[in-house]
């Protein structure tokens, strides 16, 4: 039996390698991402357009990052650290939107029949105040490291930053906690109509997703900290990017793409039901 010999590989680059290829993966699986959702959202023509404006800008900016990482650490690309540190964390404010959006879409179709307005401004403001105060602290990043390489000490206003995300993830868990326990408590108290029809099989659906949206998100802003105490421990721990992205990122980002696109493909099913002949002939 022949072998396939990496012996033209120095042991002590395996790490760097590793590095490469997992960030390349990762980037093909945001790409991967980036199409499927593309696909769907012309599928599902009826949806809104700023929640696939938002997400689609998200699912983007992660493939930017992502393909940039092994570029820069192997020179072919130069950049400062406070742009790095934009195209790192810029995504998480921009999924922000779209499980802000994802709640408000969820309240409106399953328990209201329009969202008031001031809830429709408590979210532009919440919005507005969350990219005020992310783009002052970029500002301020970028005035104070602006001819500072990668990988340099991180700066108090990149750790500003982490804190917002931190606290973010923090709050989302909580909403998602009370979204799903009330919509848990809705659905068993509802009448039997409800019960055995599609919107307790959505319901269900909206259960598991928020318990896994607020797991993650928990689990999310336990590394955030972890980063912010001691960023060290993270240093070219590859294997940790491949877990927290695919598992805490990749996953629930999936999740809410296909919570929102549910009552779309229910709608869809019910009306090919509808029009579909009662004879076929063959």
Not at 5 to 27: N, T
Not at 71 to 80: Q, W
Not at 256 to 264: D, F, T
């Amino acid at each position: 039996m022949t072998y396939i010999s990496f012996s033209w590989i120095d042991p002590s680059q395996w790490s760097e390698l590793a590095y490469d290829i997992v960030h390349f993966l990762l980037c093909l699986c945001y790409i991967g991402l980036f199409l499927v959702s593309v696909y769907m959202f012309r599928y599902f023509r009826y949806q809104s357009s700023y929640f696939k404006a938002i997400f689609l800008l998200g699912v983007f900016v992660r493939v930017i990052y992502f393909l940039s990482l092994p570029l820069i650490r192997e020179s072919v690309l130069v950049i400062s650290q406070p742009v790095e540190f934009v195209i790192n964390t810029l995504p998480a404010f921009i999924f922000f939107s779209a499980y802000m959006l994802l709640l408000m879409f969820w309240v409106e179709l399953y328990h209201v029949q329009k969202i008031s307005s001031a809830i429709q401004l408590t979210l532009v403001a919440t919005n507005v105040v969350m990219y005020a105060a992310v783009v002052a602290l970029y500002g301020l990043d970028f005035h104070s490291l602006r001819d500072t390489p990668p990988d340099s000490a991180i700066s108090p206003f990149e750790n500003a930053v982490l804190i917002l995300i931190l606290s973010l993830y923090v709050l989302f868990s909580i909403g998602f906690f009370a979204y799903g326990y009330y919509s848990f408590k809705y659905g068993r108290g509802a009448s039997v109509q409800f019960r055995s029809g599609l919107r307790r099989r959505i319901m269900r659906k909206i259960g598991f997703i928020t318990l896994v949206c607020m797991a993650a998100f928990l689990l999310r802003a336990g590394m955030v900290l972890w980063n912010v105490l001691q960023p060290a421990l993270f240093g070219d721990r590859w294997w940790i990017d491949a877990i927290y992205y695919v598992v805490l990122e990749v996953v629930p980002t999936c999740l809410m793409l296909g919570a929102y696109l549910e009552p779309a493909a229910a709608e869809k099913q019910r009306v090919r039901d509808e029009t579909s002949p009662l004879i076929v002939d063959i």
